[in-house]
C-alpha cells in the first residue's frame, strides 16, 4: 500500500466511517491465586472474500482467526497496534472520534484506569448523535476517503449493460454527503450486523441502512478518482472500468 500519512489517514477514516468495528475487548484470566483482568483496543472487519481480506493483512497488518460457519473472514488488530494505525483519525473519522480519542487515553494509562476507559466505552463505538451530512462534505471530495468507503461497504458491478455503484452503510449522513458531492440515488435497505447467540442459535442481527446507487457516466468518473488509493477493490475496479464485469 503506497500511501502517504495523510492519504492513508483519509482511507482509514472511510473505511471505518463505512463498517468494521472499533471497540474494547475486556480479557479475564484465573491465575492460581487471583483473577486477571485486562482491556484492549480491537478492531474488527468482516468479508466474504479470503484474497480481500489478505489484502487487508498485507496493508495493515493483524490476524484472520477462522470465523464460524465458514461463509465469512475476519480480520483482526489487537492490543498495541491499534493506536499506531488510528490513534491520529479522529478529525478523519466524525462518528469514531470519541473511541479514537478514548484509544488513545488508553494507551497513556494504568492497568486499572484502561480497565475504566473500556467499559465506558463498549457500546459507544460509534456515535452519530448531532451529526449531519455537512459533517461529512470536506471528506467525501477526498479521493483516498472514498476509497475507504468503497472498499469497506461498496461494490463495482455492471447490471443491464449499465456501469454502477452500490455503497451500503448504516451512517446516513455519509451517504447523504457522498450524494451531494458526486450525485446518486438513495434507497433503505437492510444491513447485515453482528452474529449473535439467541436460544442456542447463531443468528444475524440486521440494521436498517442506506444504499447510495451511482450509475453510468458519474459511477465511471468516481472509479477512475479512486482506483489508486483502493486496496481491497482495485482489481474489481479495474475490471469495471475495462467493462469486464457481468
Not at 474488527?44 to 464460524?68: C, I, K, W
Not at 443468528?203 to 453510468?216: D, M, P, Q, W, Y
Request: glycine share 10%; aromatic share 10%; net charge positive.
Amino acid at each position: 500500500m503506497n500511501l502517504d500519512t495523510e492519504a492513508r489517514n483519509y482511507y482509514l477514516g472511510g473505511f471505518f466511517e463505512a463498517g468494521g468495528s472499533m471497540t474494547f475487548r475486556i480479557t479475564k484470566r484465573q491465575k492460581k491465586t487471583s483473577v486477571h483482568v485486562s482491556a484492549h483496543p480491537i478492531l474488527t472487519y468482516t468479508d466474504n472474500s479470503h484474497a480481500r481480506m489478505e489484502q487487508l493483512q498485507q496493508a495493515f497488518g493483524g490476524t484472520l482467526p477462522p470465523v464460524r460457519g465458514g461463509e465469512e473472514w475476519m480480520w483482526v488488530l489487537f492490543g498495541k497496534k491499534v493506536c499506531p494505525l488510528v490513534g491520529a483519525l479522529a478529525s478523519y473519522a466524525p462518528s469514531r472520534s470519541g473511541i479514537i480519542n478514548a484509544y488513545n487515553l488508553w494507551e497513556q494509562s494504568g492497568i486499572q484506569q484502561r480497565l475504566v476507559i473500556a467499559k465506558n466505552y463498549i457500546g459507544y463505538e460509534k456515535d452519530f448523535d448531532g451529526l449531519t451530512k455537512e459533517d461529512y462534505l470536506d471528506l467525501a471530495g477526498k479521493f483516498p476517503f472514498i476509497a475507504g468507503v468503497l472498499d469497506s461497504r461498496g461494490r463495482f458491478v455492471i447490471e443491464d449493460f449499465l456501469e454502477r455503484i452500490h455503497i451500503n452503510s448504516i451512517n446516513r449522513p455519509l451517504l447523504q454527503a457522498l450524494r451531494c458531492k458526486w450525485g446518486g440515488s438513495l434507497f433503505p435497505v437492510m444491513e447485515k450486523g453482528e452474529k449473535r447467540t439467541v436460544e442456542g442459535k447463531m443468528v444475524v442481527i440486521k440494521h436498517e441502512a442506506l444504499r447510495l446507487t451511482l450509475s453510468g457516466a458519474g459511477a465511471l468518473e468516481l472509479s477512475k478518482a479512486v482506483s489508486p488509493y483502493l486496496v481491497l477493490r482495485q482489481r474489481e475496479a479495474f475490471n469495471f472500468l475495462a467493462g469486464e464485469m457481468c
